[in-house]
């Protein structure tokens, strides 16, 4: 009998391993930071083996440090930073150049050629439930076709294959076997159509991107291939290839063989799911240099009003029909925090925060609006930029700290009342995690603004553990959700304190504020 689920965690800059037991603890973590390329202002990219490199080397360290081989391994599962886009040739194994990481904007013209048109874009927002832009991996695919040498002929002759980091991951471990993702990393790239759960012929052609390179798209608990010795490219490419440096090469011949991959999802619907927000209502937001709020609405994929986006949730196995969540995020978020400690030096560490801001009774009237690259969810006025506001003689160091950690709690709660607009419902809990979910005023605070429960569980690595119970829910190393649910420990709860009228000035305060931010002034 296997002992344990690994979390393999692709991020953004680096790639983790986690090891976790049937009693869903945390035994073991690797991680390995990789190289960030920015060959032009707005360009980011990821090569793709060094994302492959990072990850395999993780596992390979996980679990040569636990002394443990393959037969004590259940199962895989996988999450990733979404949208990320690979396009690979199937006769070689080798991408067609970098990866085009999420934040990359190189693409922002062509989704503005091609999406601009008033029915398009009402077209690809019914279909894909996304806001149209550069984030999302139809643009990155057509870049990549139409500017790398080699990739549109591959394409046009059935060999190039697209993937999202999932499926790059998925297609090397299980030795080129398996060209694969599933429904939440389908619903980021722009071509799925979320309602039917195919990939839609329209969009396709409207990208000029051809069926025949898309992955298969599974549920996220579900039979992903077992992991092979070794990747395609080494096979394929005879000898080294030029792309893969030579030293590498003993990683990506250390797969560890014929463990079953059957858990996928992307970072955000991971996270969800490793919350056990598997009802309608239920959300979680992650607390990181951003912040990404994401509401279960079960098997309706609600259009919003107010510009959120529409997306897959995870399931768990057995889930009869598709479900979707409602996704917004927050630009700067911990980053504000960064910003107060790198360029105000106000603080040394974040962790400061919290006792600077219990240090003094309220803000004294200091609004801190962050639009540092705009105003994003529900407002979108990408030309408005940052402002401190209700400075006085007696405004000091403790109420511009203050005041910022409630700007991340005042965004949150835009993002909120948003959801809340488009469900008609109250959200009663919020799960939380991310960095700065420990800074207890800031969640004391939170759950004041919203009037809703906080959850913080005593384990916030959520995103790993979504991953984690997505593949021994389908292996059937954990029974069912019921199972995995007791095991799910809450650390801290705040409960809302503040008196109604309180919380409604802070929030007129703030909508007062907001709107003298805005460039676009009614
Ligand atoms: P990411 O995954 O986006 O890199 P993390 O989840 O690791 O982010 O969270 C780090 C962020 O949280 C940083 O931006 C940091 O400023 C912020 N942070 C960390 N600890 C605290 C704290 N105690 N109070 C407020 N913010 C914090």
Same mark, same amino acid.
């Given at each position: ?6 979390? +393999? ?22 991680? !390995?930071?990789?190289? !960030? ?13 060094? /994302? ?30 979404? $949208? ?9 194994? +080798? ?7 999420? !934040? ?7 989704? $503005? ?16 439930? %996304? ?9 990155? =695919? ?15 002759? #059935? ?9 790059? +991951? ?65 096979? *394929? ?10 030293? !590498? ?5 250390? /797969?560890?063989?014929?463990?079953? =991959? ?27 240099? #951003? ?5 279960? &609405?079960?098997?309706? @994929? ?7 986006? &529409? ?10 029909? *598709? ?23 106000? =603080? ?6 919290? @006792? ?27 030309? @408005?930029? #940052? ?20 700007? *991340? ?14 469900? #008609?419902?109250? %959200? ?24 809703? &429960? ?34 799910? @420990? /809450? ?32």
């Amino acid at each position: 009998m296997s002992k344990f689920v690994i979390a +393999l965690d692709q991020g953004t800059t680096s790639s983790r391993a986690l090891l976790i037991n049937a009693q869903g603890e945390v035994q073991g973590v690797a991680q !390995q930071a990789f190289e !960030q390329h920015f060959p032009q202002p707005g360009w980011v990219e990821h090569d793709p083996f060094d /994302i492959l490199g990072s990850q395999i080397g993780v596992l390979r360290q996980l679990m040569d440090e636990q002394g443990i081989g393959a037969q004590d391994v259940a199962a895989l599962g996988i999450t990733n930073q979404r $949208e990320t886009t690979v396009v690979w040739d199937a006769r070689t194994g +080798l991408p067609f150049g970098n990866a085009i990481v999420w !934040q990359c904007r190189r693409t922002a013209s062509i989704v $503005e050629e091609l999406c601009s048109a008033p029915d398009v874009h009402g077209r690809i927002i019914a279909t894909t439930g %996304l806001v149209p832009d550069a984030y999302f991996s139809a643009s990155k =695919i057509k870049w990549i076709l139409d500017n790398v040498e080699g990739a549109r002929e591959a394409a046009d002759a #059935g060999f190039a294959r697209f993937g999202t980091v999932d499926t790059w +991951l998925i297609y090397n471990l299980t030795g080129g076997a398996v060209h694969a993702t599933d429904h939440t990393n389908a619903s980021r790239t722009m071509l799925f159509d979320i309602h039917a759960g195919v990939w839609d012929e329209w969009l396709c052609n409207l990208f000029d991107v051809p069926l025949s390179m898309l992955p298969d798209v599974r549920p996220s608990a579900a039979d992903f291939g077992k992991t092979a010795i070794s990747i395609p490219a080494l096979a *394929l490419s005879e000898g080294c290839p030029c792309s893969i440096a030579a030293a !590498q090469q003993s990683i990506f011949e250390s /797969i560890p063989a014929n463990i079953p =991959i059957c858990g996928v999802a992307g970072d955000q619907q991971a996270a969800l799911f490793g919350h056990l927000a598997t009802h309608p209502g239920e959300a979680k937001n992650t607390y990181g240099t #951003g912040c990404f709020l994401l509401m279960h &609405t079960g098997e309706q @994929a609600i259009a919003s009003r107010n510009n959120l986006v &529409t997306t897959i949730a995870a399931s768990a196995p057995n889930t009869p029909a *598709l479900e979707y969540a409602l996704e917004g995020s927050v630009f700067m978020a911990g980053a504000l925090i960064q910003w107060l400690r790198d360029e105000l030096h106000l =603080i040394e560490s974040a962790s400061e925060t919290e @006792a600077l801001a219990t240090s003094v009774p309220d803000s004294a009237g200091v609004y801190v609006v962050p639009a540092f690259t705009g105003l994003g969810a529900p407002y979108w006025d990408a030309s @408005a930029r #940052g402002a401190i506001y209700g400075l006085t003689r007696g405004a000091g160091r403790a109420h511009v700290v203050r005041a910022c950690l409630e700007a *991340l709690a005042f965004q949150v709660a835009d993002l909120v009342a948003a959801m809340e607009d488009d469900c #008609g419902q109250h %959200l009663e809990t919020l799960a939380v995690d991310g960095g700065a979910c420990k800074n207890n005023f800031l969640m004391q605070f939170q759950a004041d603004i919203l009037d809703s &429960t906080i959850e913080r569980p005593a384990n916030v690595e959520a995103t790993a553990f979504g991953a984690a119970y997505l593949a021994g829910l389908f292996c059937g190393f954990w029974e069912d959700i019921e199972q995995i649910r007791k095991l799910h @420990a /809450i650390e801290a709860e705040f409960s809302p304190t503040m008196e109604t009228a309180r919380r409604r000035e802070l929030l007129a305060g703030w909508a007062d504020c907001i709107s003298r931010t805005k460039s676009n002034k009614e």
